[in-house]
């Protein structure tokens, strides 16, 4: 099957993008066709700053290289490298009604965040997402819950553009891990974990093994001391089972018969323990691809070459169906 999917290069990878999309990437990078994107033409629809975006595109590239995306296995690039995704984005942007956009949770939550910054390219961010899916003509989109909607918006596309020009794009898959597509705050458990929420609430992947420490046993728990998955009354340890359970691959019911009995602080020190042992793998790799930045460029430049060979196919297509 062929699969797309990116992140936005707006800061650090946290444990909740890992858990929720990256660590599915790396599986189905073995049997798929997949495109892995850094989407900056996505991070500019909020607040950023032009001197540093550079620096947090290849810190990404680095990132996902030593998270386990591997270039011979999958194309890995940075999509505003690739034209043909805004070139696709204006396509599909003359089909879909700006009503459905204005509608989307994200644009509605951005919007109110970033109040002096509510740009076109914002509401327009579905779009070019969109675009990112069908280019590749994408059968599956690996992310966490919060882009659910965002796919399911590029489903309408595709069914619109087919219905209307003639069958062109497969029907896109959002590929959903459940358990770990929603990882929320370690500060405020009903909200979930984010890069410009609260810093204590957030573990980066590269978190220095301290503040890691120091976060979980500081993180929110509930009244009451048994350790239960129950997300109803316990969202906070619901949230930290769901957490020790993706990185241990141990079932969440074996995790609470273990901790039968036992006490919170007891259980966030192994969850420490655990997450130190598991992100001190990736901080190794890091190192050594930051001391080599030509070869990430060089594995940048191949992967957008790949993906060019599809997107220009498409756009093909996509211009001679439209009748342009
Ligand atoms: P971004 O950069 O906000 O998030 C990257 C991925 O991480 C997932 N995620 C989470 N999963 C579980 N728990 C969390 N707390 C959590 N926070 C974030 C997101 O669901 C996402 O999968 N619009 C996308 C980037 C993008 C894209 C695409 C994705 C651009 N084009 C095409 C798929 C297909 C985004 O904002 O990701």
């Not at 109040?115 to 599956?140: C, F, T």
């Amino acid at each position: 099957m062929k699969i797309f999917s990116a992140v936005r290069p707006t800061g650090g990878i946290h444990i909740g993008n890992y858990l929720g999309a990256i660590n599915q990437w790396i599986s189905l990078q073995e049997n798929n066709d997949c495109y892995f994107a850094i989407a900056d033409l996505h991070a500019i629809t909020t607040p950023y700053d032009q001197n540093t975006l550079k620096d947090k595109i290849f810190e990404l590239a680095v990132t996902y290289l030593s998270l386990g995306i591997d270039p011979q296995k999958c194309a890995f690039f940075i999509q505003s490298k690739v034209r043909e995704h805004t070139e696709l984005a204006w396509l599909i942007g003359t089909i879909v009604p700006v009503g459905e956009l204005q509608r989307m949770t994200q644009f509605k939550d951005k919007a109110t965040q970033h109040k002096e910054y509510v740009n076109a390219g914002l509401l327009n961010y579905p779009i070019l997402m969109a675009a990112d899916i069908l280019l590749y003509k994408s059968g599956g989109v690996p992310v966490g819950k919060d882009q659910k909607q965002h796919v399911e918006f590029a489903r309408n596309a595709a069914e619109k553009f087919n219905k209307q020009f003639g069958e062109c794009f497969p029907i896109p898959e959002p590929l959903i891990e459940e358990k770990q597509a929603n990882i929320m705050s370690l500060k405020d458990p009903s909200k979930k974990m984010s890069k410009s929420g609260d810093q204590k609430g957030c573990i980066n992947i590269f978190e220095e093994d301290d503040s890691i420490r120091k976060k979980i046993m500081s993180a929110e728990t509930d009244t009451g001391s048994e350790i239960k998955y129950d997300l109803e009354n316990k969202k906070g340890i619901s949230n930290l089972l769901s957490i020790y359970s993706a990185f241990s691959k141990i079932e969440i019911p074996l995790i609470e018969k273990k901790y039968e009995g036992k006490k919170y602080a007891e259980f966030k020190s192994d969850l420490a323990d655990l997450l130190i042992s598991k992100l001190s793998e990736f901080k190794e790799k890091r190192y050594s691809y930051y001391k080599n930045p030509d070869l990430v460029y060089n594995m940048l430049e191949k992967g957008a070459e790949k993906a060019r060979i599809e997107a220009k196919k498409t756009i093909e297509e996509v211009k001679q169906k439209m009748g342009l």
